[in-house]
C-alpha cells in the first residue's frame, strides 16, 4: 500500500487522535520530524504511520528530548532499520555464496587469520574463511 492509500486523517482528527493542537502538527513538520502526504490541493492527510510516529515524539518530548534531539534520533532509527536490511541481505547473499561454493557454516566455520603486511599495533583480525582452508 501507498503511503497516499494509508493517509485518511485530516489534521485535526489526527490532532485529536495524537493528543495534541494541529498547530503542533504543523510545527512539527516544519523541523522535519513528520511528512503528511498531501493531496492535490494541499491538504495534510495523516496515515496510522504517521500517528505511531507522533506518539514517538510525543514520548521522547515528554522525557525532556529537544525537537532538534527528537529529529537526530528520528533520523538514527531510519539510518538503523537501513543498515539492519543491508545486514539482512548481506547475510543471505553470503549463505547463498557459502552454499554454493560448498564453505562451512557457522557452527562450522573455519577462522583464519589475516596478517597485514605494516604492522601498525593493530590486533590481528580474525575472519570467516570463505574458501575453507586455513
Known amino acids: 500500500m501507498t503511503k497516499r492509500s494509508n493517509a485518511v486523517y485530516i489534521i485535526s482528527v489526527a490532532a485529536e487522535l495524537a493528543g495534541v493542537h494541529p498547530q503542533t ?11 503528511p502526504f498531501r493531496t492535490p490541493g494541499g491538504t495534510r492527510r495523516y496515515s496510522d504511520e504517521d500517528l ?22 528520528l533520523e538514527l ?7 539492519r536490511s543491508q545486514v539482512d541481505r548481506l547475510r543471505r547473499l553470503l549463505g547463498e555464496a557459502q552454499a554454493r561454493t560448498g564453505a ?5 566455520t573455519t577462522i583464519y587469520q589475516v596478517n597485514v603486511g605494516r604492522r ?7 575472519r570467516d574463511d570463505p574458501f575453507g582452508e586455513r
Open 25 to 35: 502538527l504543523r510545527i512539527y513538520e516544519r523541523k522535519g520530524l513528520i511528512e
Open 77 to 83: 532509527q531510519v539510518d538503523n532499520n537501513r543498515l
Open 120 to 126: 601498525r599495533n593493530l590486533p590481528d583480525i580474525l
Open 52 to 73: 505511531e510516529r507522533l506518539g514517538l515524539i510525543q514520548e521522547l518530548t515528554a522525557e525532556g528530548v529537544n525537537l532538534e534531539g527528537v529529529r537526530r534520533i
Open 104 to 108: 562451512e557454516g557457522h557452527q562450522g
